[in-house]
């Protein structure tokens, strides 16, 4: 291929077929990128902690903080395709990302795993709460799609909540 046209096909608009009023694309593939921006947020604040657990209950917790970087990470390719597919566009960049994202980071040299559970059970109810404004935004644009996707990850989301939320109770111990 020769570089002019190489250079005129970067041009071209991606112009995906789809269904979707061009203001339904924009605030679709808006708040699918927003959500991405924090889904990567709370993938990496995830495994931040567990390659920082510390303590008696390390094995567990690292297990389980491993576990649930996983299944948040999986979601990430789903979400920027799903804008892709209805005709927008998505995140491109680490400053997107920073940008975009409402999970806050934890930069702290020392945290505690009990703090540490609770911040990302915190992050991930956070998480859950957004997902719940996008599928109302999709329902009311007739994306199906998208809601039954956002259903399965608002479920995902609400266990992740649970087991943290479980693993930081305090429940006396008897002898």
């Not at 291929?1 to 096909?9: E, G, I, L, V």
């Not at 970067?10 to 990128?33: V, Y």
Request: glycine letters at 4%.
């Amino acid at each position: 291929m020769k570089a002019d046209t190489a250079k005129a096909r970067r041009k071209l608009p991606l112009d995906t077929p789809s269904h979707f009023s061009d203001n339904a694309i924009k605030d679709i593939s808006g708040a699918l990128s927003a959500l991405l921006a924090d889904f990567f947020a709370l993938y990496i604040k995830t495994k931040n902690f567990h390659w920082h657990m510390s303590g008696p209950n390390f094995r567990d917790y690292h297990l389980l903080l491993d576990e649930q970087g996983e299944q948040i990470f999986a979601a990430t390719d789903d979400i920027a395709e799903r804008a892709r597919k209805i005709g927008g566009t998505t995140i491109r960049s680490i400053g997107q990302i920073n940008s975009e994202k409402r999970i806050l980071d934890n930069n702290a040299d020392f945290v505690t795993p009990n703090d540490m559970l609770a911040e990302l059970r915190d992050d991930n109810l956070q998480l859950v709460d957004e997902m719940r404004q996008v599928h109302d935004l999709c329902d009311e644009h007739g994306d199906v799609a998208t809601t039954s996707l956002l259903e399965n990850w608002i479920d995902e989301g609400e266990r992740r909540v649970w087991f943290l939320f479980e693993a930081t109770r305090n429940i006396p111990h008897e002898a």
